[in-house]
């Protein structure tokens, strides 16, 4: 008899309190509750774990060492599990190689199409591949850019070459290779080079005919700077150090191949031709306009090609990413973007009774395309699969047969179901989604007033048509726009252009001994206080230093290699997880040892440590809406949203003197309780007289804004466009932009946004670009 229900009893992954749940199989649930709550534990660590775990050990010991490694859950038992897909928000990475084409296996039946009908044929599939010397170009290697020196970047010409002219190391006075440009004769070391004639400075650089001219010639065995810099740096074999490797990052750049154009292929596979285009041009097209043109395809022997392939981009083009290219490395792909193209695999599957669970799918989305994923999701559900959604977007919960939601608080305060029922039942519950869902924000806001402008002119980068725009000064900008409409890019021109802080959700570290504590600064202020009460170095509170255990070397756990079987990591034998010697942990503050205090919340450390210092300290990281977070808790396990408001939290602690601050969707992973602690974030930011510019998509934090900058109309080539720079208030829904249109909508509690009446108070426009519509 097939089970109904997946059944979870006794779960005690993280925080989970001996939690049970009974969930529906063959339908949509969604996950919800505040962020830290537990229901990425209950999903992700126990329901999803357990199923990939006895999904691998049906296989044999080789095979188990080749697959995705899973934990057994902390749980008494569970049942009615299935084989399990997890699409996740980690970023696809790779390596350069790696592009949409590739890892959606698009590129694969283009390479096919383009070996049977090209013109003049070249030979296999494989000769359009760049990843393969028989079809890459020989002097990117596949890569399609170079690298190449940043000579703009290699002088000071203020400087003479006894002041440091050279700026590339090594080459100053004193360095090794001063002397070979000094100490020559050919050139005047005291003179500053902008007093230099252009060939002087051209013979410097480049040597060959330009020194060759010189009133007196350099040594036979001269070379220019960026000849010499070249060979030292880019035409080397060895192993680069991380002291080159900075070098090379501060004074080259990528510039697109000479030989391929950017195309990655060889000459010969360049030539060829299918309805008169190459493929280099064909991954050039975005996804939309590329499934029309492949649909012209008519040859009989490629039927079954073209229509796997055309399937595979209106798939793509279904979920939100018609506006890609195939030629777009996968490196430079969101978070949301990256989960939907691993979906992309997922829609043409014929397998049933699977378990389906995505991490918050609607993560980069503009409000307009999140029906698209709603749609995906039912479609899988129909399919006769359980499908499982960590979400906090209403609208995903507004499609779900069920809702569950874990609480009632973070951490310690979580890990309980606290409700379970339709989304209509919800909206009445007593539960911090319930009284979310009920909150009214709808109401008027009154702009502040800018400190000065901030100009962006003429930006063309990726899809940006000549914008100029005007950003206030001290005060919240947000920039919004479908997926794909440019935000992003002017975003990347506003950081290039001006001493611009990102706060981004990329990793804070990648080593397991960093922890909130350490990263933000507080890790030394409390070594000091236990040094203090104590009488003892505060060396000997450092898991890194002279108290770590020597059996963990400091990581409380000992990982063990059992070659073919799965690697073992179990907690220290020696000091049972708490990471120092016995010695230390006999110190204490406020009967707390060194372990007991890296096992406190943040909200609890705040309470129990006897100093202003470390409270006050800790208090940002409250502020931020991470008060849950163990101090000890490695980094390695946030997820992009707490990365990004730890470094909030770190910037708070320690900015003075006013900044640009540029966030990339700090909602993500937000639940939307937690948006007024944000916004709180945010405005205390501006109140210390920085400029915050937001790429947002949340509706809650566009209103809050002071001044509104809307791309598009569309994504890709139909975005790049300024539909409207002014504030939030007066973009009404007669403009018929989708973001225009979002404002006015409804939200979760059924109130329609408020617009402003005749006596509102004006804003004030933050400069001479003013605002279009």
């Given at each position: 008899m097939v089970k109904r229900s997946i059944s979870v009893k006794g779960a005690r992954t993280n925080n989970l309190r001996d939690l049970d749940a009974e969930i529906p199989r063959n339908r949509l649930v969604v996950f919800a509750g505040l962020s830290g709550s537990g229901k990425s534990s209950l999903v992700f660590d126990t329901i999803a774990a357990e199923a990939g775990y006895q999904l691998n050990d049906t296989f044999p010991p080789f095979t188990r060492n080749r697959l995705p490694k899973?934990?057994?859950?902390?749980?008494?038992?569970?049942?009615?599990?299935?084989?399990?897909?997890?699409?996740?928000?980690?970023?696809?990475?790779?390596?350069?190689?790696?592009?949409?084409?590739?890892?959606?296996?698009?590129?694969?039946?283009?390479?096919?199409?383009?070996?049977?009908?090209?013109?003049?044929?070249?030979?296999?599939?494989?000769?359009?591949?760049?990843?393969?010397?028989?079809?890459?170009?020989?002097?990117?290697?596949?890569?399609?850019?170079?690298?190449?020196?940043?000579?703009?970047?290699?002088?000071?010409?203020?400087?003479?070459?006894?002041?440091?002219?050279?700026?590339?190391?090594?080459?100053?006075?004193?360095?090794?290779?001063?002397?070979?440009?000094?100490?020559?004769?050919?050139?005047?070391?005291?003179?500053?080079?902008?007093?230099?004639?252009?060939?002087?400075?051209?013979?410097?650089?480049?040597?060959?005919?330009?020194?060759?001219?010189?009133?007196r010639r350099p040594p036979k065995d001269?070379?220019?700077?960026?000849?010499?810099?070249?060979?030292?740096?880019?035409?080397?074999?060895?192993?680069?150090?991380?002291?080159?490797?900075?070098?090379?990052?501060?004074?080259?750049?990528?510039?697109?191949?000479?030989?391929?154009?950017?195309?990655?292929?060889?000459?010969?596979?360049?030539?060829?031709?299918?309805?008169?285009?190459?493929?280099?041009?064909?991954?050039?097209?975005?996804?939309?306009?590329?499934?029309?043109?492949?649909?012209?395809?008519?040859?009989?022997?490629?039927?079954?090609?073209?229509?796997?392939?055309?399937?595979?981009?209106?798939?793509?083009?279904?979920?939100?990413?018609?506006?890609?290219?195939?030629?777009?490395?996968?490196?430079?792909?969101?978070?949301?973007?990256?989960?939907?193209?691993?979906?992309?695999?997922?829609?043409?599957?014929?397998?049933?009774?699977?378990?389906?669970?995505?991490?918050?799918?609607?993560?980069?989305?503009?409000?307009?395309?999140?029906?698209?994923?709603?749609?995906?999701?039912?479609?899988?559900?129909?399919?006769?699969?359980?499908?499982?959604?960590?979400?906090?977007?209403?609208?995903?919960?507004?499609?779900?047969?069920?809702?569950?939601e874990i609480g009632p608080g973070a951490g310690a305060e979580g890990g309980r179901l606290v409700f379970q029922g339709t989304f209509a039942e919800l909206r009445h519950a007593d539960t911090p989604t319930g009284r979310a869902l009920r909150r009214d924000r709808s109401g008027e806001r009154v702009p502040r007033t800018a400190s000065g402008v901030i100009e962006i002119t003429e930006a063309t980068r990726n899809n940006l048509r000549r914008v100029t725009v005007g950003i206030p000064a001290g005060v919240m900008t947000v920039l919004t726009g479908v997926a794909g409409s440019g935000k992003s890019s002017l975003a990347a021109e506003l950081a290039d252009r001006h001493d611009v802080t990102v706060i981004d959700q990329r990793p804070v570290s990648t080593s397991r001994r960093s922890t909130p504590i350490t990263y933000t600064g507080i890790a030394p202020a409390i070594r000091r206080l236990f040094a203090r009460h104590n009488g003892v170095p505060a060396a000997l509170f450092s898991a890194n230093s002279e108290g770590a255990c020597p059996g963990c070397g400091g990581l409380g756990t000992v990982y063990t290699d059992l070659a073919f079987m799965d690697g073992q990591e179990v907690v220290c034998e020696a000091c049972r997880g708490r990471r120092f010697v016995p010695e230390v942990l006999a110190h204490t503050v406020d009967g707390l040892s060194i372990a007991d205090v890296e096992a406190l919340s943040v909200d609890q450390a705040r309470k129990r440590l006897p100093d202003e210092a470390v409270a006050g300290a800790l208090r940002h990281l409250s502020e931020v809406g991470l008060g849950y977070l163990r101090l000890g808790q490695p980094l390695t396990t946030l997820s992009g949203g707490e990365c990004q408001r730890v470094k909030i939290a770190k910037e708070l602690r320690d900015t003075v003197r006013p900044t640009v601050y540029l966030l990339d969707e700090p909602t993500t992973g937000l639940h939307p309780g937690d948006i007024d602690t944000l916004l709180g974030v945010l405005d205390a930011l501006v109140d210390q007289g920085h400029t915050v510019v937001v790429i947002e998509h949340d509706l809650d934090v566009v209103r809050h804004a002071d001044w509104l900058i809307d791309l598009g109309p569309g994504p890709g080539r139909h975005g790049g466009t300024v539909l409207y720079e002014g504030p939030v208030r007066d973009y009404r829904p007669e403009a018929g932009t989708p973001t225009a249109r979002a404002l006015a909508a409804p939200g979760p509690s059924g109130r329609r946004p408020r617009s402003p009446g005749p006596s509102g108070r004006r804003p004030r426009s933050p400069g001479p670009s003013g605002r279009r519509s």
């Open positions: 899973w934990t057994r859950p902390d749980v008494e038992h569970i049942d009615g599990l299935s084989p399990v897909v997890v699409i996740d928000q980690r970023r696809l990475g790779g390596n350069a190689r790696s592009t949409v084409g590739t890892i959606t296996d698009t590129w694969a039946y283009l390479r096919l199409l383009y070996s049977r009908l090209g013109d003049p044929h070249v030979g296999e599939s494989n000769r359009f591949s760049f990843n393969d010397p028989a079809g890459m170009c020989p002097a990117c290697s596949g890569l399609g850019e170079v690298v190449a020196p940043a000579v703009d970047r290699f002088l000071d010409l203020d400087r003479s070459l006894r002041q440091g002219a050279i700026l590339l190391p090594g080459f100053g006075d004193g360095g090794y290779w001063y002397s070979r440009y000094a100490d020559i004769g050919s050139f005047s070391a005291d003179t500053p080079l902008r007093d230099w004639s252009r060939e002087e400075r051209e013979a410097l650089l480049h040597g060959g005919e330009a020194a060759a001219r010189l009133g001269y070379e220019g700077v960026v000849e010499r810099f070249t060979r030292i740096y880019l035409n080397t074999s060895d192993n680069v150090s991380e002291r080159k490797q900075e070098t090379i990052r501060r004074f080259t750049r990528s510039e697109v191949c000479p030989d391929c154009g950017g195309d990655r292929l060889n000459e010969r596979s360049r030539t060829a031709t299918v309805r008169g285009r190459t493929i280099g041009e064909l991954a050039r097209l975005e996804v939309a306009e590329l499934a029309g043109f492949v649909r012209g395809v008519e040859a009989p022997s490629v039927a079954p090609v073209v229509a796997a392939l055309v399937s595979r981009l209106d798939a793509m083009d279904a979920i939100g990413l018609g506006y890609l290219t195939l030629a777009r490395a996968t490196t430079t792909l969101s978070g949301g973007e990256s989960q939907r193209v691993k979906i992309v695999k997922h829609l043409g599957s014929s397998l049933t009774e699977m378990v389906y669970v995505f991490d918050e799918p609607t993560a980069g989305l503009h409000p307009t395309d999140v029906e698209s994923v709603t749609r995906l999701l039912k479609r899988l559900r129909d399919g006769g699969n359980s499908v499982l959604v960590v979400e906090h977007d209403p609208a995903v919960m507004a499609i779900a047969d069920q809702v569950v």
